[in-house]
């Protein structure tokens, strides 16, 4: 079965750090785009970061660059995004995303998705 698992979500004040993980399983995430999406209340799928599949190249929103940070850890078959300084607009659920794609690609492109998981930045 082809699946991605994200964890780390949770409660943060504002400042603060979180780090998220994604789990493949089924596929090598080495080979794919991995992209980190978000999606906040009311508003629209925003993709804040990817990291090629081909060079590990990475590409990151203007509202989150220089705060967070992709990578992966290929012996895991895990990708990350480590998220500091966080401030309330951060606050979302957070989807990882795989697929054979360029990075900047539309969400609707990619393949594989997670479940998903909730961070909230908030004093």
């Known amino acids: 079965q082809l699946e991605l698992v994200e964890s780390g979500g949770g409660l943060v004040q504002p400042g603060g750090s979180l780090r998220l993980s994604c789990a493949a399983s089924g596929f090598t995430l080495g080979n794919y785009a991995t992209a980190w999406f978000r999606q906040a209340p009311g508003k629209e799928r925003e993709g804040i970061s990817c990291i090629s599949g081909s060079d590990a190249s990475t590409v990151y929103a203007d509202s989150v660059k220089g705060r967070f940070t992709i990578g992966r850890d290929y012996a895991k078959n895990t990708a990350y995004l480590q998220m500091n300084s966080l401030e309330p607009e951060d606050t979302a659920v957070y989807y990882c995303?795989?697929?054979?794609?360029?990075?900047?690609?539309?969400?609707?492109?990619?393949?594989?998705w997670g479940q998903g998981t909730q961070v909230t930045v908030s004093s």
């Open positions: 995303a795989a697929g054979r794609v360029l990075c900047g690609s539309s969400w609707y492109r990619y393949d594989y």
